[in-house]
């Protein structure tokens, strides 16, 4: 995603809204779709007033911070010089109450409140604070996040932001948990970096204009409707996505069989050595490691955020030159004329693909071997071939990692695909798509080539197995999982066992699915586990999204 610091979890907004945005080709996004008197040139100077307006408060801001005493967390400095006048300029008319609200006997010191939007809900905390763990000299019951996120939950409230200065997140109701989901500014960031572009983002989608103007019109809101949008935009991707994979393998079997230094590749295949159902899955596990390393690497899980100098300086060596994001940046751009005689791009990924196949390589940069049917060495090798050792064109590895990095929206323009927002489980529904298919071999008379393609399977999928779709895996994971963490639970709150033993309880269940696929139904269960056990450590109803990953 090309928007530095802005970072979206789950399906409140879609990456493709953002692109749309930045493009001006999303809906309500006319100056009159902000106020009434605005034109789109007037909307525009607005926003450049407003940014302005934000670096000189920005600037204040900071210098306010350098007076604080040890252990004051500034939260008058970040409500007073910097978050108030950011969202005066944004169009809300925010009014301060220390009392806060009380709901179903549980207190939400919500201080902020835009009686314009019938009391929309906006937490201020303190710069040196988290938004999620629980300050220490606050009295509050929760992370700051966990606590707006369970107000909208107990409210009629739709959405509701949180801040600490630092970032400021836009929350949505959310009654169960399955997955975390908000939209996260890093102001500091914006400000640091001067990212006006991100900034044009946040005022056309933070804008007060965009909000439920009463807590029973959620539905009616430009900001409901954008996450509706969303929601459809995530089916396409995924749609779209399974397209692109079928489409990936066929080209890059036919990028293999093809390249004029893999005879001894072409000569297995004319001799009938070569079984075409395992040179199929070969391709499938090059895609799917594609994918994983795309997941991973958006999510910055390679190096798990550690921050010590050491992993630094391995993460700035991993993502200059062996990342599948320096592989991307380049497949966006035009092919050079020499892509398709070079063939130094597969050399480099298989030395990337090596870091997780190989201990001894992996920890030398401090990344852990991942091995398995995946990443194990033989995954793309048996005893005719070995992948690895084979050529591949640039044109042809660039072709691929575009056409699974970037789709066309339906105006035609060039969105990313935010695979650090997609649901793991999905690729299990891409992977259904291929079930019906193999590969099939058919010499290209007059020449040594081949043409792979694809053939539909005798019986179509009526004995293969099958993708299991949410709407089925959350009623398996009720009758068969929930009773048993409430059992659990129930000790606990009776105070019959402590907080370390309803852990080590939670953590001993055991959750067999005997025909796992995708391992949708196993993660799933890892999740609501997960929330459990979040739930103990935390004493929060609504645990903040540190405790839950």
């Known amino acids: 995603m090309n928007f530095p610091s802005i970072d979206i979890q789950g399906s409140i907004l879609s990456t493709d809204l953002l692109g749309k945005i930045r493009t001006e080709q999303a809906t309500f996004q006319q100056g009159k779709d902000f106020h009434h008197e605005f034109t789109n040139a007037k909307l525009k100077d607005e926003i450049s007033y407003a940014w302005q307006e934000a670096k000189g408060q920005w600037t204040i801001y900071k210098s306010k911070l350098t007076r604080l005493k040890e252990g004051e967390t500034g939260t008058t400095e970040t409500r007073n010089f910097w978050i108030s006048p950011l969202l005066t300029n944004l169009g809300y008319n925010l009014t301060f109450d220390r009392k806060g609200e009380e709901l179903n006997g549980k207190s939400f010191p919500i201080g902020y409140r835009d009686s314009s939007l019938d009391n929309f809900p906006v937490y201020v905390g303190g710069y040196h604070e988290s938004l999620d763990k629980r300050p220490e000299n606050k009295q509050l019951r929760v992370s700051p996040h966990a606590m ?149 690497e958006e999510r910055n899980l390679v190096y798990a955020d550690s921050k010590t100098p050491e992993t630094k300086r391995f993460n700035h060596i991993y993502f200059n030159y062996y990342s599948l994001l320096r592989l991307r940046k380049l497949a966006k751009k035009l092919l050079p004329p020499e892509a398709n005689r070079h063939y130094d791009l597969w050399q480099s990924l298989v030395s990337t693909f090596s870091l997780f196949e190989k201990k001894e390589i992996g920890e030398k940069l401090g990344i852990m071997s991942l091995q398995g049917d995946l990443f194990g060495y033989h995954a793309i090798s048996n005893n005719q071939y070995d992948l690895h050792q084979c050529y591949l064109s640039n044109a042809v590895l660039l072709n691929i990692i575009k056409s699974l990095s970037y789709f066309e929206n339906d105006n035609g323009v060039l969105i990313a695909v935010n695979y650090g927002g997609l649901d793991v489980e999905e690729f299990g529904s891409v992977y259904e798509g291929l079930l019906e298919l193999k590969l099939e071999f058919n010499k290209v008379e007059g020449t040594d080539n081949y043409s792979v393609n694809w053939q539909k399977q005798a019986g179509g999928r009526e004995f293969q197995s099958h993708y299991t779709p949410e709407e089925l895996v959350q009623p398996l994971i009720k009758h068969s999982l929930e009773y048993l963490i409430e059992d659990i639970l129930l000790l606990y709150t009776q105070k019959k066992v402590n907080k370390e033993n309803t852990i080590k309880a939670l953590l001993k269940l055991k959750v067999c699915d005997v025909a796992c696929g995708s391992g949708h139904i196993l993660l799933s269960a890892a999740r609501r586990i997960a929330l459990a056990v979040a739930r103990v450590l935390t004493d929060e109803e609504q645990p903040n999204p540190l405790s839950i990953r």
């Open 148 to 296: 707006v996120q369970e107000y909208l939950n107990y409210s009629e409230h739709l959405y509701g932001m949180v801040t600490n200065g630092r970032q400021l997140r836009l929350l949505r109701d959310a009654s169960r948990i399955t997955r975390l989901s908000y939209v996260e500014f890093n102001l500091e960031k914006m400000m640091e970096e001067d990212l006006y572009s991100d900034f044009v983002i946040l005022y056309r989608v933070l804008h007060a204009s965009r909000m439920p103007k009463k807590v029973d019109a959620g539905a009616d809101s430009i900001m409901e409707k954008y996450h509706q949008e969303g929601l459809e935009a995530g089916s396409t991707i995924r749609n779209k996505l399974g397209e692109a994979v079928k489409g990936a393998i066929k080209n890059l079997a036919n990028g293999f069989i093809n390249h004029p230094n893999n005879a001894a590749l072409r000569e297995a295949v004319a001799a009938g050595n070569i079984n075409t159902d395992e040179y199929y899955r070969h391709q499938l596990r090059i895609i799917y490691r594609l994918l994983f390393l795309f997941v991973i």
